[in-house]
């Protein structure tokens, strides 16, 4: 039995994973796949991946490209959700801020240093045209934490994917701003390449079985109303998420890469490139 330790964020996009865990279907193939959750997202499983106490890790497009940039010795070897990440801004319920524009030179709660909640603050910032220079970070660590920085006025927004969100806002202790989707795929697939190296046939399995269950994901009976139990979220809210969430099981493409390092450059993301062949390995 081979041991494979996995990372991802305890959100609706991997219910997937889990779905095949419990129905052996790992285990079938003699794959222990350990499944670790990581609330504090990007940052801390780029962590991991470079000590070692994950071999795989579902993951931001952006942070992990940064990341590889910066030494990660990892390789993204599938993209696995397509469509952007829809990233909602929201701010304190009862806070002055009515609007996006409001929040210029205003502090942002991130979950950590190069989390996705940082990256997504510049292209927000772009997008607005803001100075990025100007731009303040709280680090919160989780959504909690983001709650706690809001409430107490620590930090004055928060970007986190806008469904997740969802019952904070319906709870009335955010309000959401504004949306700001990613210009890339949202989630990748990526592997130390120390692992890789030894377990490619284990890597290809693995892949194989998720793919099939994403690739008829939205057709699971009832998946709308297990997701929406799962995630503390409204039904219709799922489903509007379903609808949008468009899977993918192709490797990621030399023209997809170059476009996407070069935007995360423009935006002053990175300071460097890489090369697709230092960043991104198809099996």
Known sequence: MKTVKIVGVPEHFNLPWHLCIENGEFEAENIDLQWKNVPEGTG????????????????LT????????????SKIVQIYVQSPLIWGIHVAAKSDFQTVKDLENKKAAISRIGSGSQLMAYVNANEQGWNS????????????????????G???????????????????????????????????????????KKNA??????????????????QIPDIDKTLADLFNQ???????????????????????????????????????????????KAL
């Open 44 to 59: 801390k499983m780029c962590q991991m991946l470079r000590d070692g106490e994950a071999d795989m890790a579902v993951i």
């Open 201 to 218: 046939k284990a890597v290809e399995k693995v892949l194989e079985i998720i793919n099939k269950t994403t690739h008829d994901f939205a």
């Open 62 to 73: 952006e942070g992990i490209v940064k990341d590889i940039t910066a030494g990660n010795p």
């Open 133 to 152: 220079d100007n731009l303040q970070f709280e680090i919160i660590n989780t959504i909690d934490g983001a709650v706690e920085a809001l409430t107490n």
């Open 154 to 196: 620590t930090a004055d927004y928060f970007m986190w994917e806008r469904f997740m969100t969802k019952p904070l806002v319906d709870q009335g202790i955010f309000r959401r701003v504004g949306d700001c989707p990613t210009p890339w795929p949202s989630f990748v697939i990526v592997v130390r390449d120390e692992f890789l």
């Open 234 to 280: 409204k039904v219709e809210d799922i489903q509007e998420w379903l609808k949008l969430t468009q899977w993918s099981q192709k490797h990621l493409s030399e023209k997809a890469f170059v476009k996407i390092q070069n935007q995360l450059f423009d935006l002053g993301i990175i300071d460097k490139k890489s090369t697709f062949v230092e960043t991104v």
